[in-house]
């Protein structure tokens, strides 16, 4: 399929969706990586456990989902890695619970569609312990570079799928430009490429002397509530949602590692679209303040890998995972997970 540059697309049906991105779609995917064969209906109920990575002397925090413990011998199944933003940690951005409205665990989602799910708290941020640095995107490529052994060791799988949000989509497109070899197919959510024009990213800017002044910055309850309405689309969350990452926060203080910010404020651009070599998949919520389209559109057609895709999911804003449409990117990312490996004419 030849490529195209995309235009805006704002129906979910896959044929819709594809025609309107303007695709080269397909796989590509090395053993291993591969969709399940059955992840319509996974066997056996979620399982879960806990991990640690060593990076240079700090311990950091690996959480792992799938639905049934693993058994030696049998055949690994396709793992997916998901990097977490700015604000909150790896469990409240991808496994939060919020009693009686619904399943907010894209662990759960995943773990169900088949996938061994993966997530990591970086150096500073939840139960990961702290450098002492800012924890900026080279940090965050260092962490998932002490990671990827135990993801390794534990699945027998040396490249698994990576999906980032916000800053954490840009950790993990470093990350890929980085260690090309260890990354399946990349799913990008929220990403900011040079910030030209997003009313976020300038706010930022304006604020940076005070970002820089400290490798922490203040994240109490307000600052949160604030993730679910600065891009002026406030309906398109329950605000429960926003008091539910609060109570799962609260126990991690009131500040959190200030490096993303000062990077995204004064350092952008920070991954070379040319030099990420996998599949990928870029998302963007339709009134997200972080990015433009014009910028997004920017990094997705210096892509060389013609496997890739751009969507935009209607009614959603910059923390789409947290949205009450969430499960169109739920059905986006799975999607192009699962998306069959292309013939050679």
Not at 161 to 190: D, K, M, N
Not at 222 to 230: E, G, P, V
Request: hydrophobic share 40%.
């Amino acid at each position: 399929m030849s490529k195209i540059d995309p235009v805006v697309s704002t129906g979910m049906p896959r044929r819709g969706l594809l025609k309107a991105a303007g695709l080269g779609v397909g796989a590509g995917l090395m053993a291993g990586l591969t969709a399940p064969a059955a992840a319509a209906e996974p066997q056996g109920d979620i399982w879960s456990a806990e991990y640690w990575a060593n990076k240079g002397g700090v311990k950091l925090n690996l959480w792992r989902k799938r639905t049934g413990a693993p058994k030696p011998g049998a055949a690994p199944l396709p793992a997916v890695f998901l990097v977490h933003g700015s604000s909150n940690s790896a469990r409240s951005s991808y496994d939060l619970t919020v009693p009686g409205k619904g399943e907010y665990s894209f662990m759960n989602v995943l773990a169900r569609a088949g996938y061994d799910v993966w997530t990591m708290d970086h150096d500073g941020y939840g139960y990961s312990g702290a450098s002492g640095n800012s924890s900026d995107i080279a940090s965050g490529v260092e962490d998932l570079k002490a990671a990827m052994p135990v993801v390794t060791k534990e699945t027998g799988l040396k490249k698994v799928h990576f999906y980032g949000t916000s800053s954490g989509g840009i950790r993990a497109a470093a990350f890929a430009q980085a260690q090309p070899e260890s990354v399946g197919r990349l799913c990008l959510s929220a990403f900011t490429y040079k910030g030209t024009g997003a009313e976020e990213i300038e706010r930022r800017r304006a604020n940076l002397d005070k970002l820089r002044a400290s490798p922490r910055r203040k994240r109490d309850a307000a600052m949160i509530r604030s993730i679910f309405t600065r891009d002026g689309y406030p309906q398109g969350y329950d605000p429960t949602v926003a008091e539910a990452i609060i109570a799962d926060e609260a126990k991690f203080g009131d500040t959190i590692p200030a490096g993303t910010y000062v990077d995204m404020a004064a350092n952008l651009p920070i991954v070379d679209p040319k030099k990420i070599l996998s599949p990928v998949l870029m998302l963007r919520g339709e009134f997200d303040g972080n990015s433009t389209n014009d910028d997004l559109l920017d990094f997705y057609r210096q892509l060389p890998n013609g496997e890739r895709e751009f969507v935009i999911l209607p009614k959603t804003a910059h923390a789409v995972g947290y949205g009450i449409n969430r499960h169109l990117l739920h059905y986006a990312v799975q999607s192009f997970l699962a998306a069959p490996e292309p013939v050679s004419a």
